[in-house]
């Protein structure tokens, strides 16, 4: 029986645009990403000996956080648009990674797309490191991972501040689902937006 011998030196890193990913492997990326950022995040709850089922638990006042996460969302959505419209598209440009997350999807898709990045996110960069660092400094980090805008200043003060808006809303209720809400709408919303402006 031959034997398997698998050689680390043989194996080769390269960076990859994304329109080299086809649709399946962009999708596992996108899957993988945020199982480990959902991984990382609950084992650092867990070494920060934070409870888990308190952190994650529903409040009772759940329509005024829903209340300061909507609001958040709409904000950073208006926000969003306005800069859109004055500053050119090179400098918002992604790369072209959420119009090949978003651009052809079925809404129910964008929908679960933006439940798992909103969970997993925020319990990584909220639920834990937002507890060891705080809101300014869980935002350059939550902006510096968001790499793909830090071609411009613009973007990436955009995702700086939506980041310690969120951190803000959590201190602000004491439950981390406003900030799961406001990420969850934003990118929904934005996702839709993509969607249906390359439909039209």
Same mark, same amino acid.
């Given at each position: 029986?031959? !034997?398997?011998?698998?050689?680390?030196?043989?194996?080769?890193?390269? !960076?990859?645009?994304?329109?080299?990913?086809?649709?399946?492997?962009?999708?596992?990326?996108?899957?993988?990403?945020?199982?480990l950022?959902?991984?990382?995040?609950?084992?650092?709850?867990?070494?920060?000996?934070?409870?888990?089922?308190?952190?994650?638990?529903?409040?009772?006042?759940?329509?005024?956080?829903?209340?300061?996460?909507?609001?958040?969302? @709409?904000? &950073?959505?208006?926000?969003?648009?306005?800069?859109?419209?004055?500053?050119?598209?090179?400098?918002?440009?992604?790369?072209?990674?959420?119009?090949?997350?978003?651009?052809?999807?079925?809404i129910?898709?964008?929908? %679960?797309?933006? %439940?798992?990045?909103?969970?997993?996110?925020?319990?990584?960069?909220?639920?834990?490191?937002?507890? @060891?660092?705080?809101?300014y400094?869980t935002?350059?980090?939550? @902006?510096?991972?968001?790499?793909?805008?830090?071609?411009?200043?613009?973007?990436?003060?955009?995702?700086?501040?939506?980041?310690?808006?969120?951190?803000?809303?959590y201190?602000?209720?004491?439950?981390?689902w &406003?900030?799961?809400?406001?990420?969850?709408?934003?990118?929904?919303?934005?996702? %839709?937006?993509?969607?249906?402006?390359?439909e039209s």
């Amino acid at each position: 029986m031959k !034997k398997f011998k698998f050689k680390f030196r043989k194996v080769q890193f390269r !960076k990859v645009t994304v329109d080299e990913l086809d649709d399946r492997m962009l999708l596992i990326n996108l899957y993988v990403t945020q199982a480990l950022i959902f991984i990382i995040g609950f084992i650092w709850v867990i070494f920060q000996q934070q409870n888990l089922f308190s952190l994650l638990s529903i409040p009772s006042s759940i329509t005024n956080v829903f209340l300061w996460g909507a609001g958040l969302a @709409a904000v &950073a959505i208006c926000v969003d648009l306005v800069l859109s419209r004055f500053v050119p598209d090179d400098i918002g440009d992604d790369g072209g990674v959420n119009e090949r997350i978003f651009g052809t999807r079925a809404i129910w898709q964008i929908a %679960l797309f933006s %439940l798992v990045i909103a969970f997993c996110e925020e319990l990584l960069f909220r639920g834990a490191m937002q507890h @060891a660092f705080g809101p300014y400094w869980t935002s350059i980090i939550f @902006a510096t991972i968001h790499v793909r805008y830090l071609k411009h200043w613009i973007p990436t003060g955009l995702v700086f501040s939506i980041s310690y808006g969120l951190g803000w809303i959590y201190i602000q209720t004491g439950s981390i689902w &406003a900030p799961i809400i406001a990420h969850f709408i934003f990118d929904f919303v934005m996702g %839709l937006l993509i969607r249906f402006r390359r439909e039209s």
